[in-house]
């Protein structure tokens, strides 16, 4: 029974735990936030910690099936958005970092102005290019689907962001928005949304990809900070793996302790049988 417990604080030690916000990863200023870390069960504490210095500790609460600890921001402001970290400890072993989590404050000094050309209503095959100004100089902006990843352009001065797409194709159908960033994690009030409706005939694999290559986003900030997901598939495989293996060491137990009853009943009878011979 020794094996998948040392198995089992191994993992603990190798796993990176997951991380994500509630109710999203980009939050309007003084709106109230959550991160959420959560590592394999039986983790006994977390640590957050952010890229600007902020830290955090938390136990799990046994009470909450979920699992995990959830860090509350009260408030989010541009101190509190950021780049997030987070480990979880077993015993005396702690887990390597999560991936990443960008937090972005919202709503921060003007709205900028979003068209699309040659129009909302195309055929697919064409291409469309979205245009996004804000009148406050800024040099990243960033194109968001519902639903979808973003996209970060640059842009110089006054002069509008653009961000070409196409071949278009139905999936490309949605409710766009943009938004102006005065740091990596600081952005405007959002664009007034845009709709795009692509009809005709839908062409195979098809993908939101700016025809240009968009800037490297380690020089403009967080290039798609979606809500973060939690894999729950490989969160399960492991527990049915550890399942296994607790049930294959019970079986040999099992069966060891049935092999002994039964050499002992045997030598029993043959003991009982000589006395009776004699």
């Known amino acids: 029974m020794h094996f998948p417990l040392m198995a089992l604080l191994c ?25 959420w870390c959560q590592g394999l069960p039986g983790a006994e504490e977390y640590q957050l910690r952010s890229e600007g210095g902020l830290s955090a500790w938390g136990r799990p609460e046994r009470s909450r099936a979920r699992g995990g600890v959830r860090f509350p921001i009260a408030a ?4 509190t958005a950021g780049r997030y970290r987070c480990f979880c400890r077993s015993g005396e072993l702690w887990s390597e970092p999560s991936e990443p989590l960008d937090l972005v404050v919202t709503g921060m000094y003007d709205t900028p102005t979003l068209w699309v050309l040659p129009g909302s209503l ?20 960033f194109l968001l689907r519902e639903g979808g990843p ?11 962001a653009e961000f070409p797409v196409g071949p278009v194709t139905s999936a490309h159908t949605g409710t766009y928005r943009c938004f102006g960033a005065y740091s990596g994690h600081v952005w405007s009030f959002p664009s007034e949304p845009v709709k795009l409706l692509v009809t005709g005939e839908e062409a195979p694999n098809p993908s939101l990809e700016p025809t240009d290559p968009a800037p ?39 069966a060891e302790d049935w092999l002994c009853r039964w050499r002992t009943r045997e030598g029993a009878g043959r003991a009982q049988g000589s006395h009776h011979s004699g």
């Open 122 to 141: 195309v055929t697919s095959g064409e291409n469309v290019t979205f245009y996004c100004r804000l009148e406050t100089v800024t040099n990243t902006f």
């Open 150 to 160: 973003s996209h970060a352009q640059g842009s110089h001065g006054a002069v509008p």
């Open 11 to 35: 993992l603990e030690a190798l796993t990176r735990p997951s991380i994500w916000a509630e109710p999203d990863s980009r939050i309007p200023e003084g709106k109230p936030a959550a991160i």
């Open 76 to 79: 989010m402001t541009s101190r």
């Open 216 to 254: 490297d986003p380690g020089e403009y900030g967080p290039s798609a900070p979606a809500p973060a997901a939690w894999d729950h598939t490989a969160q399960n495989l492991l527990r049915i793996g550890l399942a296994v293996l607790v049930l294959v060491a019970l079986t040999c137990l099992l």
